[in-house]
């Protein structure tokens, strides 16, 4: 088993609509947990990291479930600038990052 | 406000040929990395330096090695280059500070070897 996992997707979404993600990761001793965003043949970005209480940057929303063991991402009115690979991030507690392999999303007009 | 710089951008190699991928940051982070990234998988952790004068194994060493040459500077040679280390490579650094620190990435080196 994946110590962090995501869907492949890709995810076709149409532009305007509201997508989620989720990420499972199997390690309970993970501290903090981030989502980055990364475009194609482009470095991983820092999209927002993710807080036990949930946050919100915008258009975007980050929840944990640290009892499922499990990270999400939802984006509100999709652009079609949002059409990217998102990848979840687990630090360990050795203060390692561990990423998924990303899921793809394709925002359509 | 250049950031975290790798190059080159692109290499082929062959089999058996040694190179350095080079990679500085002016952001006076503590703490850099070297990652590659292969389809289908998450970013994998060769090696990282936590502070200038240290480095550490990541989860796939083999076949490389590292210099952290001073805060600013972090190497990585393949001595003998193989078809399996055929991936993109990213250089990334990090000030460690708080919980929810984030890492800046290079744009990453596109090797082949063939």
């Known amino acids: 088993r994946k110590e962090v996992e995501q869907d492949p997707g890709p995810f076709n979404v149409p532009e305007g609509a509201t997508v989620a993600f989720n990420c499972t990761y199997s390690?309970?001793?993970?501290?903090?947990f981030f989502w980055y965003r990364q475009d194609c043949r482009k470095e991983p970005k820092l999209l927002m990291s993710?807080?036990?209480?949930?946050n919100e940057d915008g258009r975007f929303t980050a929840q944990l479930n640290r009892a499922s063991q499990y990270i999400s991402l939802l984006i509100r009115d999709s652009k079609l600038s949002d059409s990217a690979t998102y990848l979840c991030v687990v630090r360990d507690s050795n203060y390692q990052l561990i990423w998924g392999a990303g899921t793809k999303l394709i925002i359509k007009p | 406000n250049a950031g975290v710089t790798q190059t080159p951008k692109f290499q082929v190699l062959k089999t058996g040929q040694s190179m350095t991928l080079q990679c500085a940051q002016d952001?006076?982070?503590?703490?850099m990395y070297w990652y590659r990234q292969d389809p289908g998988m998450g970013l994998r952790l060769i090696y990282y330096?936590?502070?200038?004068?240290?480095?550490d194994k990541g989860e796939v060493p083999n076949g490389y090695n590292v210099s952290r040459l001073n805060k600013r500077e972090f190497s990585l040679r393949l001595e003998s280059a193989a078809p399996s280390q055929t991936s993109v490579y990213f250089c990334a650094s990090s000030d460690q500070t708080g919980p929810s620190y984030g890492y800046t990435f290079g744009s990453g080196t596109r090797l082949t070897v063939v």
């Open positions: 390690n309970s001793a993970s501290q903090s």
């Open positions: 993710v807080y036990s209480s949930g």
């Open positions: 330096s936590a502070s200038e004068g240290t480095t």
């Open positions: 952001m006076n982070h503590n703490s």
